[in-house]
């Protein structure tokens, strides 16, 4: 069992906790995940590694409760356990295996969406920690879904918030603030992008248009079982198949397809709504009504 060490809501729907995972924080590296698992019967779910302390041998996980498992999570108090934490899965950001001082003279650019925000700290802070000066854009509808900024004023060199309401920060996409960011004359070599899958295919083709060199994408969000074996996580990258769990996360974000990614992320969509509603539904739900498929 993994016990919950810390658990904290951050905004209205996304939720954070430090797990006691000894091994998993003795050798985790930003950009990799980790598969969660509430009981013998629940269900896999990959998260992607928020932050880690090796010396006090806890793991942070940030997750939006979208699923029937994830909902349960957000139940979970600090004291409560997991089954299991099984990590760290995954290739670690391609970014820490380049030579120091090389990565020291490079422009770098984050860019996050909402929970991305999560998965884009772990590496602002390793380049924070090791003297490379990074700048990082997060968007969110609204200012209350923002999360981890003071975090990440702390680690980058420039913070730009940005909200599609304008309520604070930069008013509009984060695709706005790239380009007004460009329009004044910062020229980036690198952008980081993570967050929802449509965020990242226009924020690929905004770097595309702003020639910066290299763009590099997490496409986290279409993993399922996390090993390789369902092959749910299947995306082509210039054409050629890679698996997002055991080749990725991170791919070239000129290269991968996008429009097929998003339409491999509904495969589940069905199993996950009669999940929900069975969830919802409790000791009343007998799927019989021949709408949730609980009867097939």
């Known amino acids: 069992m993994y016990k919950i060490k810390k658990a904290e ?28 698992k509430m009981d013998e019967k629940g269900e896999r779910i990959p998260l992607t590694i928020c932050d880690y302390d090796r010396e006090a041998g806890t ?24 089954r299991d934490f099984t990590g760290p899965l995954g290739c670690p950001s391609e970014l820490l295996e380049e030579d120091l001082d090389e990565l020291k003279g490079k422009k770098i650019l984050f860019v996050g969406g909402g929970v991305g925000a999560a998965p884009v700290y772990p590496q602002v802070k390793w380049m924070h920690e090791h003297g490379v000066d990074v700048d990082v854009i997060i968007g969110a509808k609204t200012k209350d879904l923002l999360i981890l900024e003071e975090e ?12 599609d309401d304008g309520s604070y920060g930069f008013g509009g996409m984060v695709t706005g ?6 329009a004044e ?24 248009k702003l020639d910066i060199p290299r763009c590099i994408v997490s496409m986290n969000p279409i993993m399922v079982d996390g090993t390789g074996m369902c092959g749910a996580c299947r995306v082509l990258v ?59």
Do not use: W
């Open 152 to 163: 990440m004023k702390e680690a980058a060199a420039g913070y730009y918030p940005c909200t």
């Open 185 to 208: 004359g910062r020229n980036y070599d690198i952008c980081v992008i993570i967050g929802p899958m449509i965020m990242m295919k226009f924020g690929a083709l905004t770097a595309k």
């Open 238 to 296: 210039h054409d050629a198949v890679k698996f997002a769990c055991v080749d990725g996360p991170d791919f070239d974000g000129y290269g991968v397809d996008f429009d097929a990614a998003m339409k491999r992320q509904t495969m589940y969509k069905d199993q996950e709504q009669r999940a929900i509603l069975k969830l919802e539904e409790g000791d009343t739900h007998h799927g019989g009504c021949g709408e949730c498929g609980g009867d097939r």
């Open 59 to 82: 793991v942070t996980i940030v997750f939006q409760p979208v699923g029937a498992s994830t909902r349960k999570f957000a139940e979970l108090k600090e004291g409560d356990s997991f």
């Open 9 to 36: 809501q951050l905004s209205a729907n996304i939720y954070l906790m430090d797990v006691e995972a000894p091994r998993v924080a003795g050798h985790c590296l930003p950009g990799q995940f980790v598969i969660v």
């Open 177 to 182: 603030k790239m380009e007004e960011l460009a």
